[in-house]
C-alpha cells in the first residue's frame, strides 16, 4: 500500500508541477508576443508620422490621398502611445496649435520616437525639412 500512495502522490506533484510550468510559460510567451506587437505598432506609427509629415509643408500640393494617409497616421497615436503621457501631451500641444504648427510636429515626432524606443532620436535638422519632389509631366 505505501508503494501505492508514493506513487499517487508523486503522480499528483509532478502533474500539478508540470500544469504550473505549462501556465508559466503560456502567459509569459503572450506577455512577450503582446509586448513585441506592441512595439511594432509603435515603430509602424513613427515610420508613417514622418513619411507624410511633407502634408504640413507650405507650397506643396497635397493630394487628398496624402492627407488622408497623414490624418489616419494621426488618429492612431492616442490609441497606440495612450499609455505614455508624454506623448499624450505633445500630441495635445500638437493637435490644439493653430497650422503651420512645425515646431510642435518636431516635437510630437521625437516624443513618439523616443517612446517607439527607436535608437539615435531624431536630428532636428533632418526632421524639419521635408523632402520632396513636385510632380511634373514629362514630354516624350
Known amino acids: ?5 508514493g506513487g499517487v502522490v508523486g503522480g499528483l506533484v509532478s502533474g500539478l508541477l508540470a500544469s504550473a510550468g505549462a501556465m508559466w510559460a503560456y502567459f509569459h510567451g503572450y506577455i512577450s508576443i503582446e509586448k513585441i506587437e506592441r512595439r511594432r505598432a509603435k515603430v509602424s506609427l513613427v515610420d508613417d508620422l514622418i513619411a ?8 506643396f500640393p497635397v493630394s487628398e490621398l496624402d ?3 497623414f490624418n489616419k497616421a494621426l488618429s492612431r497615436v492616442p490609441y497606440v502611445f495612450s499609455d505614455e503621457p508624454e506623448v499624450m501631451n505633445a500630441f495635445d500641444e500638437f493637435t490644439s496649435a493653430p497650422p503651420p504648427n512645425g515646431a510642435k510636429l518636431i516635437t ?3 516624443t513618439v520616437t523616443q517612446s517607439a524606443g527607436l535608437k539615435g532620436g531624431l536630428q532636428e535638422r533632418y526632421v524639419s525639412k521635408a523632402y520632396s519632389v513636385l510632380p511634373y509631366q514629362r514630354s516624350l
Open 52 to 59: 507624410y509629415r511633407f502634408v504640413l509643408q507650405d507650397n
Open 108 to 110: 510630437l515626432l521625437r
Open 67 to 69: 492627407a488622408h494617409a
Open 1 to 5: 500500500m505505501d508503494g501505492f500512495w
